[in-house]
């Protein structure tokens, strides 16, 4: 339903950042321009009195979004890791979002239990606390199974969230369409792709049998990996709206007060945040996508805890050299190789200048190098980046939309640890062996090799490929109404190929 009616949402909306105070907040937290900041007053003014009036007790930022409802409180929680962006006493007000928002009843979750895993309550576990953490789509209860006294973590979909969820983006679609018809030049950012790539997120996150089984891909691709742990998974008391897994016990990662009275090295934990992101990203192509505060815990032993794997990124692994490619452009301030990596990717339209690109990137780059990184303006930095994609004709890509989401909050988290952190500093080993192990003469014969195996199940087919081949070589040439894409010698090509290939992969592999 994302027709005109969504008006109605919308102006709800901006009447609710009005009435709660939140507008003028916001802006200034967001070093919105000026010209902005009248409009958007003079905007919200008239309509103030249809705003939702939300917890009176709140600050008017987190009060706002909490009244809003659960797509609201998700862009609220990526916020809250960035107070480089939006400074840190606001930061800190947001952070309730990520686990602390106001529970919905135990009589409600314990209907949800036994009516997804088809018992009662006490039949299942012996022991069923309060919620011990509440977030915009689910909350979070402690039991202890009955029959094997393991203490386990449940987590339980919100009554009527699907609906929810629905009524927003539904509005948000309504937005972003209304932003590409009024402003042609916003649709290089692809507004309603982006929206419909949110929209593939939140469904999944409404399934917790699809976050059972991404929890499962993820402590197996990570299983070796010192420091960093999943916590085991229950299949048996898993279902659509509720998902059992072994209790961790730990300190929430938000909690640095605590963590460094515990003896915990803040600044380590700042630095083993951003390399496990990028390991995860680059060496396996899956990563954990909303690492906030509020999903990390540290055990006593110094491990870093996942938790919440509704959503998870992917990329493929020709974008993951790409990625690495001008990460590792940056460190070394090669602005040249940036510049052309993007435009060998597509990022860049190609009858764009690759210099004029690069001196752009300079700009960029620079001033971050060399700074202390708790002075430098982050919403300054991302406003002049965006300059520079527009400059140039940059669209957005939405299949890499996850992983510069998840780098931005991942980066306000280790900086929260450690206010100081040079991330081109921290990503360098990690990116530098990425480079090493899949660009270079060793990755070109292991890709040589993969296509040399895809070719080699054509092999037994070769000898009736080539005959053929030559029969119809033989034969009278008929004009065809449609030729087909590989000619008659097309397929003796191939074979031939395959050979060379073959050859030379294994000269590469052990010459």
């Known amino acids: 339903m994302r027709g005109p009616h969504n008006v109605w949402r919308l102006i709800?909306?901006?009447?609710?950042?009005?009435?709660?105070?939140?507008?003028?907040?916001?802006?200034?937290?967001?070093?919105?321009?000026?010209?902005?900041?009248?409009?958007?007053?003079?905007?919200?003014?008239?309509?103030?009195?249809?705003?939702?009036?939300?917890?009176?007790?709140?600050?008017?930022?987190?009060?706002?979004?909490?009244?809003?409802?659960?797509?609201?409180?998700?862009?609220?929680?990526?916020?809250?890791?960035?107070?480089?962006?939006?400074?840190?006493?606001?930061?800190?007000?947001?952070?309730?979002?990520?686990?602390?928002?106001?529970?919905?009843?135990?009589?409600?979750?314990?209907?949800?239990?036994?009516?997804?895993?088809?018992?009662?309550?006490?039949?299942?576990?012996?022991?069923?606390?309060?919620?011990?953490?509440?977030?915009?789509?689910?909350?979070?209860?402690?039991a202890t199974i009955r029959e094997t006294g393991r203490d386990v973590a449940i987590k339980i979909l919100r009554p009527n969230i699907e609906r929810d969820f629905r009524r927003d983006i539904d509005a948000f679609y309504f937005a972003a369409s209304v932003i590409e018809f009024l402003s042609p030049s916003s649709r290089r950012l692809h507004p309603n792709a982006v929206i419909t790539h949110f929209d593939g997120v939140v469904q999944g996150e409404l399934d917790l049998r699809m976050e059972t089984a991404a929890a499962a891909e993820f402590a197996a691709t990570t299983k070796d990996d010192k420091g960093f742990t999943v916590p085991t998974l229950n299949w048996e008391l898993s279902a659509r709206r509720v998902m059992t897994l072994d209790w961790a016990e730990g300190l929430p990662l938000g909690e640095t007060q605590a963590l460094a009275a515990a003896g915990h090295d803040l600044k380590a934990l700042g630095t083993t945040v951003i390399q496990m992101f990028l390991r995860h990203a680059l060496r396996d192509g899956y990563f954990h996508a909303d690492m906030h505060q509020g999903n990390l815990k540290v055990a006593a032993n110094g491990d870093l805890i996942a938790l919440d794997f509704g959503i998870m990124g992917r990329i493929d692994a020709y974008s993951r050299r790409v990625y690495a490619e001008i990460l590792m452009g940056f460190i070394q301030k090669d602005y040249r190789k940036v510049a052309k990596v993007h435009f060998e990717a597509g990022y860049v339209p190609a009858d764009q200048d690759v210099d004029e690109f690069a001196q752009a990137l300079r700009s960029v780059g620079e001033p971050i190098f060399g700074a202390d990184a708790s002075k430098i303006s982050m919403a300054r930095l991302l406003a002049h980046l965006f300059d520079v994609t527009e400059r140039f004709g940059m669209e957005t890509r939405v299949e890499l939309i996850l992983l510069q989401r998840t780098m931005v909050v991942v980066e306000g988290v280790a900086r929260s640890l450690n206010p100081g952190l040079n991330m081109w500093e921290v990503a360098h080993p990690i990116v530098e062996q990425y480079i090493l192990d899949n660009v270079g003469p060793r990755a070109l014969a292991r890709d040589l090799w993969a296509t040399v195996q895809v070719l080699s199940r054509f092999g037994p087919k070769l000898p009736q490929m080539a005959e053929k081949a030559l029969r119809r070589l033989a034969e009278p040439e008929i004009p065809q109404p449609h030729q087909p894409l590989i000619g008659p010698m097309g397929y003796v090509g191939i074979g031939i190929f395959l050979t060379s290939l073959f050859f030379l992969a294994f000269s590469l592999i052990y010459g």
């Open 12 to 142: 709800r909306t901006g009447a609710t950042f009005e009435r709660t105070g939140a507008m003028k907040l916001a802006l200034e937290a967001l070093d919105a321009p000026p010209a902005l900041r009248i409009a958007a007053r003079i905007m919200g003014w008239p309509f103030k009195w249809l705003g939702l009036r939300g917890d009176p007790s709140q600050p008017p930022v987190l009060r706002a979004l909490t009244a809003l409802g659960p797509a609201y409180i998700k862009f609220g929680q990526i916020l809250s890791t960035r107070p480089d962006v939006v400074g840190d006493e606001l930061a800190n007000q947001l952070r309730v979002l990520q686990d602390k928002l106001p529970p919905f009843s135990m009589e409600a979750a314990r209907r949800t239990v036994e009516s997804e895993l088809g018992k009662p309550v006490d039949e299942l576990f012996s022991t069923f606390s309060e919620p011990v953490a509440a977030a915009s789509i689910a909350q979070v209860h402690r």
